[in-house]
């Protein structure tokens, strides 16, 4: 008895200390203070999107009108469409080499997708992005078989690091004349004989590429010729858009960025206008449990964020005049074929990360923060999707880029915004619409906040796991108090 009475007493002691630990952490109340008058900066971000190609965004499909939907009630700008390498027969328009007397163009299974596309962002600005080279212009061991069923990704044909045609006149070609069909209606192929679009679309930005770090290991020398000659035809045919260079997969190498944004190593013909490259935060390993995620996204995020910093320094030293579109930002829990059931929290996770980066590449002078991506399911990365696959309707992370979207963008100012702990992220603006509070709580617990007494009678709207499937739900501050939901998302509309 008294053996046990000690190892009681031993054990609660050592548990006093946690247990002081959460009461504290439950009583801790983030006061904010915000001063309206004095601007830090003014934001020159755009929130925005990518749209991947793949089978659950063709006519037909299942999700396919409730995701352009989505798309077009969004209303973003920047919005970056690719036809991605795994769905090789909408991602590549010539899928066999020409011969002496046959050509193999064919655009039958994209062009619903960009009609689509193009009617869900019209009267905003897009970025197109057809990434993929036939697999013929590579030199490879031997040929790459293509995948008979469509609807499966067929991750083994982007294959090859070096092109056949040393001289990038077939690349570049290949591209011309993709660029044509969609913009000048149509293009002579390789025989002289011409195709006939009726498209004439007008594209604000194209992409060169996509992650060609990754893709193809291509060296930053070989990209930027690639690059060069592709730019050179295609700004021939529209001198008013705007080219995006890099796309990388890994900002980790320096050398990317010091020999792509150093003008000396360009053509001179062609001008350098924007870079590009992504973020998403993922296990440390196959397994790991989904308990800790949230402390290793906003640990990556952090890190990710000092790369912006050291790259940032690289573009206003060598390349001053260029955008940067950081284009895909979003998280995973593992591979492209993870199949087993994701926790709801998950997408209020992965939702706070996008919006604690927003706020960060705000304050960094990025151009554009896109969220990837709109849809995606087993087998096509299915914890970075916007929309639930199953039914069709716009999950959290839609929910809070509709939400941050609806509020903030270029032109608004940034105001000195304190709060006293770091599990709240937060930012103060004055936007066109009026003084706009920001706040993404980015811990696992509920988070009380403080509030100046003007948010006393004032609308809250919040992204959380009980608004669900659903828009930011609304609340009415009868005090200028707040508790904030674990991984919750927060926009606070002060009366001006």
């Known amino acids: 008895m008294k053996l046990s009475i000690r190892l009681t007493v031993a054990l609660s002691l050592m548990l006093l200390p946690g247990l002081l630990q959460l009461n504290i952490l439950c009583a801790q109340v983030d006061t904010v203070k915000i001063d309206w008058e ?4 003014t934001s020159k971000t755009t929130p925005t999107l990518q749209v991947v190609t793949n089978p659950m965004l063709q006519r037909g499909a299942s999700i396919h009108n409730a995701s352009f939907k989505a798309l077009q009630e969004i209303g973003a700008d920047y919005v970056r469409f690719v ?24 655009f039958s299974e994209i062009d619903p997708m960009v009609d689509d596309f193009m009617g869900a962002t019209k009267g905003h600005s897009v970025v197109m992005n057809f990434s993929t080279i036939p697999v013929w212009m590579f030199q490879t061991a031997d040929p790459v078989p293509l995948m008979e069923n469509l609807d499966m990704p067929h991750w083994r044909y982007n294959q090859g690091a070096v092109l056949k045609d040393t001289t990038l006149k077939q690349v570049a070609d290949y591209f011309e004349r993709v660029f044509s069909w969609y913009t000048k209606g149509g293009f002579t192929d390789e025989l002289g004989q011409f195709h006939k679009s009726d498209h004439h679309y007008h594209f604000s930005y194209w992409e060169v590429l996509n992650e060609p770090d990754l893709e193809h290991h291509l060296s930053p020398e070989a990209y930027t010729s690639i690059y060069d000659a592709i730019v050179l035809r295609l700004k021939k045919i529209s001198p008013e858009t705007k080219f995006v260079g890099l796309s990388l997969a890994h900002e980790t190498n320096p050398a990317y960025f010091e020999y792509f944004l150093n003008p000396a190593n360009h053509n001179p013909a062609v001008p350098l ?10 296990p440390n390993f196959n397994g790991q449990s ?59 996770l992965s939702g706070a990360v996008y919006a604690y980066l927003y706020i960060e590449l705000t304050k960094l002078g990025i151009d554009v923060a896109g969220e990837s991506q709109l849809v995606g399911y087993p087998s096509q990365f299915p914890s970075v999707s916007m929309i639930n696959w199953t039914t069709g309707k716009p999950n959290a992370r839609f929910w809070v880029l509709k939400l941050i979207q609806s509020n903030f963008g270029p032109g608004d100012r940034l105001v000195s915004t304190y709060r006293k702990f770091p599990q709240v992220a937060m930012q ?29 009678g004032v609308e809250a709207e919040m992204v959380d796991v009980k608004s669900g499937d659903g828009p930011a739900r609304k609340i ?21």
Do not use: C
């Open 273 to 282: 206008e924007g870079i590009s490259y992504h973020f998403y935060a993922r």
């Open 290 to 348: 989904i308990g800790v995620y949230n402390h290793l996204f906003f640990e990556q995020a952090n890190g990710f964020l000092d790369r912006v910093r050291y790259i940032e320094s690289i573009r206003k030293r060598l390349a001053p005049e260029v955008f940067t579109q950081i284009n895909e930002i979003g998280s995973m829990t593992s591979g492209h074929d993870y199949e087993s059931p994701i926790p709801d929290a998950y997408w209020n």
């Open 83 to 106: 036809p991605w390498f795994p769905y090789s027969r909408m991602a590549v328009m010539e899928l066999h080499p020409p011969t002496k007397d046959k050509t193999f163009w064919d």
């Open 428 to 456: 103060a603006f004055v936007t066109s619409k009026g003084k706009r509070l920001l706040m993404v709580n980015k811990s696992d617990s509920s988070r009380t906040v403080q509030l100046p007494q003007a948010a006393t």
């Open 38 to 41: 004095k601007t830090l900066m």
């Open 476 to 496: 009415m501050l009868g005090q200028p108090k707040l508790v904030l939901p674990p991984f919750s998302v927060t926009v606070i509309s002060f009366k001006n």
